[in-house]
T-cell receptor
Framework: NAGVMQNPRHLVRRRGQEARLRCSPM?????VYWYRQLPEEGLKFMVY????????ESGMPKERFSAEFPKEGPSILRIQQVVRGDSAAYFC????????????????FGSGTRLTVV | KNEVEQSPQNLTAQEGEFITINCSYS?????LHWLQQHPGGGIVSLFM???GKKKHGRLIATINIQEKHSSLHITASHPRDSAVYIC???????????FGEGTQLTVNP
Protein backbone atom coordinates (compact mmCIF):
# COMPACT_ATOMS: atom_id res chain seq x y z
CA ASN A 1 0.00 0.00 0.00
CA ALA A 2 2.00 2.93 -1.31
CA GLY A 3 1.88 6.14 0.65
CA VAL A 4 1.12 9.57 -0.74
CA MET A 5 3.10 9.92 -3.95
CA GLN A 6 4.26 13.29 -5.16
CA ASN A 7 6.12 14.02 -8.37
CA PRO A 8 8.38 15.36 -9.41
CA ARG A 9 10.58 15.49 -6.30
CA HIS A 10 12.48 18.44 -7.72
CA LEU A 11 11.30 20.88 -10.37
CA VAL A 12 13.23 23.77 -11.87
CA ARG A 13 11.36 26.40 -13.85
CA ARG A 14 12.38 29.69 -15.42
CA ARG A 15 10.44 32.79 -14.52
CA GLY A 16 7.24 32.97 -16.52
CA GLN A 17 6.93 29.22 -17.11
CA GLU A 18 4.23 26.98 -15.70
CA ALA A 19 4.76 24.46 -12.93
CA ARG A 20 2.58 21.38 -12.48
CA LEU A 21 2.87 19.42 -9.26
CA ARG A 22 1.18 16.05 -8.91
CA CYS A 23 -0.10 14.22 -5.88
CA SER A 24 -1.54 10.73 -5.79
CA PRO A 25 -3.24 10.12 -2.43
CA MET A 26 -3.04 6.90 -0.51
CA UNK A 27 -5.32 4.17 -1.73
CA UNK A 28 -8.75 4.68 -0.26
CA UNK A 29 -8.12 8.35 0.56
CA UNK A 30 -10.47 10.79 -1.12
CA UNK A 31 -9.34 14.01 0.58
CA VAL A 32 -6.22 15.90 -0.50
CA TYR A 33 -4.54 18.89 1.11
CA TRP A 34 -1.75 21.03 -0.33
CA TYR A 35 0.71 22.88 1.90
CA ARG A 36 3.58 25.19 1.04
CA GLN A 37 6.81 25.63 2.96
CA LEU A 38 8.73 28.74 1.97
CA PRO A 39 12.47 28.84 2.75
CA GLU A 40 13.08 29.37 6.46
CA GLU A 41 9.33 29.40 7.17
CA GLY A 42 6.78 27.00 8.53
CA LEU A 43 4.20 25.07 6.57
CA LYS A 44 1.12 26.94 5.43
CA PHE A 45 -2.18 25.56 4.22
CA MET A 46 -3.07 26.23 0.60
CA VAL A 47 -6.08 24.19 -0.49
CA TYR A 48 -8.27 21.24 0.49
CA UNK A 49 -9.95 19.14 -2.18
CA UNK A 50 -12.18 16.15 -2.45
CA UNK A 51 -12.73 14.31 -5.69
CA UNK A 52 -13.89 16.88 -8.26
CA UNK A 53 -14.52 19.52 -5.58
CA UNK A 54 -12.53 22.31 -3.99
CA UNK A 55 -13.62 22.46 -0.36
CA UNK A 56 -11.38 25.20 1.00
CA GLU A 57 -8.97 27.31 -1.03
CA SER A 58 -8.57 30.10 1.47
CA GLY A 59 -4.80 29.63 1.64
CA MET A 60 -4.22 29.79 -2.09
CA PRO A 61 -2.92 32.99 -3.71
CA LYS A 62 -5.71 34.54 -5.75
CA GLU A 63 -3.71 34.75 -8.97
CA ARG A 64 -1.64 32.23 -10.93
CA PHE A 65 -2.40 29.28 -8.60
CA SER A 66 -5.03 26.64 -9.20
CA ALA A 67 -5.71 23.13 -7.98
CA GLU A 68 -7.82 20.23 -9.10
CA PHE A 69 -8.56 16.69 -8.04
CA PRO A 70 -10.32 14.96 -10.94
CA LYS A 71 -12.43 11.87 -10.69
CA GLU A 72 -9.59 9.88 -12.23
CA GLY A 73 -5.92 10.58 -11.73
CA PRO A 74 -3.83 12.59 -9.31
CA SER A 75 -4.46 15.96 -7.78
CA ILE A 76 -2.66 18.73 -9.64
CA LEU A 77 -1.37 22.00 -8.22
CA ARG A 78 -0.72 24.38 -11.09
CA ILE A 79 1.29 27.56 -10.89
CA GLN A 80 1.23 29.79 -13.94
CA GLN A 81 3.88 32.36 -14.82
CA VAL A 82 6.10 31.37 -11.93
CA VAL A 83 8.15 33.98 -10.08
CA ARG A 84 11.17 33.57 -7.81
CA GLY A 85 8.95 33.94 -4.75
CA ASP A 86 7.17 30.71 -5.70
CA SER A 87 10.34 28.75 -4.91
CA ALA A 88 9.36 26.50 -2.03
CA ALA A 89 8.62 22.95 -0.99
CA TYR A 90 5.07 21.93 -1.77
CA PHE A 91 3.65 19.09 0.31
CA CYS A 92 0.53 17.10 -0.29
CA UNK A 93 -1.31 15.13 2.37
CA UNK A 94 -4.32 12.85 2.14
CA UNK A 95 -6.91 11.46 4.49
CA UNK A 96 -9.78 8.99 4.14
CA UNK A 97 -12.32 11.48 5.48
CA UNK A 98 -12.48 15.17 6.19
CA UNK A 99 -11.58 14.40 9.77
CA UNK A 100 -15.05 13.89 11.13
CA UNK A 101 -13.89 11.12 13.40
CA UNK A 102 -10.47 10.79 14.93
CA UNK A 103 -10.28 7.04 14.57
CA UNK A 104 -10.13 7.09 10.81
CA UNK A 105 -8.34 10.39 10.44
CA UNK A 106 -5.25 8.80 8.91
CA UNK A 107 -3.49 11.94 7.81
CA UNK A 108 -0.46 11.06 5.64
CA PHE A 109 2.07 13.34 3.98
CA GLY A 110 3.94 12.95 0.72
CA SER A 111 7.65 13.61 0.34
CA GLY A 112 7.09 16.98 -1.26
CA THR A 113 8.05 18.70 -4.50
CA ARG A 114 10.83 21.23 -4.28
CA LEU A 115 10.22 23.96 -6.81
CA THR A 116 13.08 26.25 -7.78
CA VAL A 117 12.40 29.22 -10.02
CA VAL A 118 15.47 30.58 -11.77
CA LYS B 1 0.50 36.13 17.21
CA ASN B 2 0.58 32.65 15.66
CA GLU B 3 -2.23 30.29 16.54
CA VAL B 4 0.38 27.60 17.24
CA GLU B 5 3.53 28.49 19.13
CA GLN B 6 6.47 26.14 19.66
CA SER B 7 9.41 26.41 22.00
CA PRO B 8 12.29 26.35 21.83
CA GLN B 9 12.98 27.32 18.21
CA ASN B 10 16.38 25.65 18.34
CA LEU B 11 17.63 22.98 20.69
CA THR B 12 21.07 21.40 20.92
CA ALA B 13 21.58 18.35 23.11
CA GLN B 14 24.21 15.75 23.87
CA GLU B 15 23.53 12.16 22.99
CA GLY B 16 21.59 10.46 25.76
CA GLU B 17 19.88 13.58 27.09
CA PHE B 18 16.14 13.82 27.74
CA ILE B 19 14.53 16.34 25.41
CA THR B 20 11.27 18.26 25.67
CA ILE B 21 9.67 20.35 22.95
CA ASN B 22 6.58 22.39 23.81
CA CYS B 23 3.58 23.47 21.79
CA SER B 24 0.86 25.92 22.82
CA TYR B 25 -2.18 26.77 20.75
CA SER B 26 -4.94 29.32 20.99
CA UNK B 27 -7.79 27.74 19.04
CA UNK B 28 -10.23 24.94 19.73
CA UNK B 29 -8.89 21.73 18.29
CA UNK B 30 -10.04 18.20 17.62
CA UNK B 31 -6.55 16.76 17.16
CA LEU B 32 -2.90 17.64 17.46
CA HIS B 33 -0.07 16.19 15.40
CA TRP B 34 3.62 15.96 16.06
CA LEU B 35 5.58 15.75 12.82
CA GLN B 36 9.23 15.14 12.02
CA GLN B 37 11.03 16.64 9.05
CA HIS B 38 14.60 15.76 8.09
CA PRO B 39 16.67 18.15 5.93
CA GLY B 40 15.56 17.88 2.32
CA GLY B 41 13.17 15.15 3.31
CA GLY B 42 9.52 14.57 3.61
CA ILE B 43 7.30 14.87 6.63
CA VAL B 44 6.59 11.96 8.91
CA SER B 45 3.68 11.94 11.29
CA LEU B 46 4.94 10.82 14.71
CA PHE B 47 1.77 11.16 16.76
CA MET B 48 -1.82 12.24 16.47
CA UNK B 49 -3.58 12.79 19.77
CA UNK B 50 -6.64 14.44 21.21
CA UNK B 51 -6.15 13.67 24.90
CA GLY B 52 -3.76 12.14 27.38
CA LYS B 53 -0.51 10.58 26.37
CA LYS B 54 0.96 8.37 23.66
CA LYS B 55 4.27 6.53 23.56
CA HIS B 56 6.19 5.05 20.67
CA GLY B 57 9.66 3.75 21.39
CA ARG B 58 11.69 6.60 22.85
CA LEU B 59 9.09 9.20 21.94
CA ILE B 60 6.31 10.35 24.24
CA ALA B 61 3.63 12.91 23.42
CA THR B 62 1.26 14.46 25.93
CA ILE B 63 -1.58 16.91 25.56
CA ASN B 64 -3.55 19.00 28.06
CA ILE B 65 -6.70 20.18 26.34
CA GLN B 66 -7.72 22.54 29.17
CA GLU B 67 -4.37 24.30 29.10
CA LYS B 68 -4.08 24.09 25.30
CA HIS B 69 -0.60 22.68 25.55
CA SER B 70 1.27 19.66 24.27
CA SER B 71 4.77 18.34 24.79
CA LEU B 72 6.96 15.98 22.82
CA HIS B 73 9.60 14.14 24.83
CA ILE B 74 12.54 12.15 23.51
CA THR B 75 14.29 9.86 25.95
CA ALA B 76 17.91 8.76 25.48
CA SER B 77 18.34 11.08 22.51
CA HIS B 78 20.51 10.00 19.58
CA PRO B 79 22.15 11.94 16.73
CA ARG B 80 19.69 10.36 14.30
CA ASP B 81 16.91 12.21 16.16
CA SER B 82 18.31 15.45 14.71
CA ALA B 83 15.49 16.96 12.67
CA VAL B 84 12.84 19.65 12.73
CA TYR B 85 9.88 18.75 14.93
CA ILE B 86 6.61 20.41 14.04
CA CYS B 87 3.42 20.74 16.03
CA UNK B 88 0.23 20.99 13.99
CA UNK B 89 -3.37 21.31 15.11
CA UNK B 90 -6.60 20.45 13.41
CA UNK B 91 -9.14 23.05 14.42
CA UNK B 92 -12.57 21.98 15.58
CA UNK B 93 -14.09 23.55 12.50
CA UNK B 94 -12.58 22.56 9.18
CA UNK B 95 -10.13 19.90 8.14
CA UNK B 96 -6.88 21.69 7.48
CA UNK B 97 -3.87 21.71 9.77
CA UNK B 98 -2.30 24.83 11.25
CA PHE B 99 1.40 24.49 11.94
CA GLY B 100 3.91 25.79 14.43
CA GLU B 101 7.17 27.17 13.11
CA GLY B 102 9.03 24.03 14.12
CA THR B 103 11.85 23.23 16.52
CA GLN B 104 15.26 22.46 15.06
CA LEU B 105 16.79 19.71 17.19
CA THR B 106 20.48 18.85 16.94
CA VAL B 107 21.80 15.93 18.97
CA ASN B 108 25.58 15.78 19.14
CA PRO B 109 27.45 12.51 19.70
Amino acid sequence: NAGVMQNPRHLVRRRGQEARLRCSPMKGHSHVYWYRQLPEEGLKFMVYLQKENIIDESGMPKERFSAEFPKEGPSILRIQQVVRGDSAAYFCASSPTGGVTLANYGYTFGSGTRLTVV
Amino acid sequence: KNEVEQSPQNLTAQEGEFITINCSYSVGISALHWLQQHPGGGIVSLFMLSSGKKKHGRLIATINIQEKHSSLHITASHPRDSAVYICAVKETSGSRLTFGEGTQLTVNP
